[in-house]
């Protein structure tokens, strides 16, 4: 999960799993199946609503990783061959509601939340089973389930066609590479030159950076750009409303920067054609602003000065689930972590469980808990102060971009969007 942009003072200044991997083709075809869902709820309960099944053009994901080795997530989708009952896939994502139901809102009202959960075309019948984490105990409990047969099941196939597609850098075959998909919103097609050069900088600063710049040659760039309706996106705290195609907004949950949107249905739906391992929404915006929740999107102000380096730090949460490494911030985190529990997040700890953490990368002679000094400045440790608590969560690395823009990634972070990375190309 997670989450907010960092605010602008602060700039400058896994479980393995038991299960072995599957033959791709004996369970699964060339598409994906799009199951549509509402994920509704308050601060106490949650449900699920199933909406429709799709069928998208193309299964861009790992076809050998089909059993996730990472722990990561506040819901995790299991897939069983529903004749021999094994598991065949699983991965773990965060949403919009995850975050919601920890707002004070989320107390007096339930509301609903679009969600996708995208899985590759099953050949015969199985069951799909949503899990969701308990904060109590961090272990995640089936919330829903649904059978799905490819024989018998409706299954819609409509495509949305009024958006352009881009090749900006292709190099690898789509199931050996990380493909990212860059989405505007807020640009006119008349804006499309604007638009491609938002999104060759991006790309640019993505790739000449650690730990991308490894990756060059693996990872895919494409574009797609609907046409909406008028420039810009809403600012409902200046009473600013803008129709754009994926209906972006600032001031999410009273957050002022917090930029996202809400509807992830019709975001996918300019993605069904194209193929798409992880989405990144550039919103055609010089306010300051962005959003990245893992496995869900990356939303950032695409003509904001720092748009490079809240791009970063947002795909830091979106591709690797990696937590704010700050604490000095007004966030409002009620609820957020229990300091009982090790929390999921692979740069975050709280020592309960610190032996699934980083601790076979720090140096002998480093002491944990790690004092801030000087001495220390460039060396692994456990530093107190993360996720929005100064005290009682830790973090790896003095500064971090997790942390301050403007900063790399630390090594820990470094590591874990490389694993991650190399899980798509493989
Ligand atoms: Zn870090």
């Not at 050996?176 to 919103?185: K, M, Q, R, S, T």
């Not at 990696?322 to 985190?333: A, I, K, N, P, R």
């Amino acid at each position: 999960m997670k989450k907010f942009f960092i605010y602008l003072g602060l700039i400058f200044g896994a479980s393995v799993s038991i299960y072995s991997q599957k033959n791709y083709d004996d369970y699964f075809t060339e598409n994906s199946l799009r199951i549509d869902i509402y994920h509704c709820g308050n601060n106490n309960t949650e449900a699920v609503f199933f909406k429709e099944f799709l069928k998208e053009k193309i299964w861009a994901g790992t076809k050998k990783n089909l059993i996730n080795s990472f722990d990561l997530g506040t819901y995790q989708v299991r897939v069983y061959d529903k004749n021999s009952g094994i598991l065949i896939f699983n991965y773990g994502y965060c949403s919009l509601f995850g975050e919601y139901i920890h707002t004070e809102e989320a107390q007096n009202i339930s509301k609903c939340f679009p969600e996708s959960i995208i899985i590759p075309f099953p050949k015969d019948r199985v069951l799909i089973e949503l899990h969701s984490r308990k904060i109590d105990d961090n272990k995640f409990y089936k919330i829903w389930e649904i059978e799905f047969d490819p024989k018998k099941d409706l299954v819609k196939e409509e495509i949305v066609f009024n958006y352009k597609t881009f090749n900006i850098d292709i190099k690898s075959n789509i199931s050996e590479a990380l493909d990212i998909v860059f989405i505007g919103d807020g640009y006119t097609f008349e804006d499309e030159e604007s638009f491609l050069t938002d999104v060759d900088a991006t790309a640019k600063y993505l790739m000449d950076n650690e730990p991308f710049k490894n990756f060059t040659q693996q990872i895919n760039i494409r574009a797609v750009l609907p046409n909406s309706a008028e420039s810009g996106t809403d600012l409902p705290q200046l009473n600013e409303y803008k129709n754009t195609a994926l209906g972006t907004s600032f001031n999410t949950f009273g957050s002022k920067r917090y930029l996202t949107l809400y509807d992830y249905h019709i975001l996918r739906n300019f993605c069904s054609t194209v193929p798409c391992d992880h989405v990144c929404v550039l919103v055609n915006t010089d306010i300051y602003g962005g959003g990245g929740i893992y496995n869900f999107w990356n939303v950032t102000a695409a003509k904001n000065q720092y748009r490079n380096e809240i791009f970063m730090h947002e795909l830091g949460h979106s591709l690797a689930g990696l937590g704010d490494e700050y604490y000095d911030s007004e966030v409002s985190t009620e609820g957020m972590y229990n300091l009982n529990t090790e929390p999921w997040e692979a740069n975050i700890t709280t020592l309960v469980n610190f032996d699934s953490k980083w601790k076979n990368m720090i140096k002998k002679d480093i002491p944990i808990p790690t004092p801030v000094e000087n001495k220390y400045s460039f060396e692994v440790g456990v530093y107190e102060g993360a996720a929005y608590k100064s005290k009682g969560l830790y973090r790896p690395f003095i500064n971090c971009k997790m942390k301050s823009l403007g900063v790399a990634f630390c090594p820990v972070c470094q590591k874990t969007l490389s694993d991650i990375i190399k899980y798509y190309c493989e």
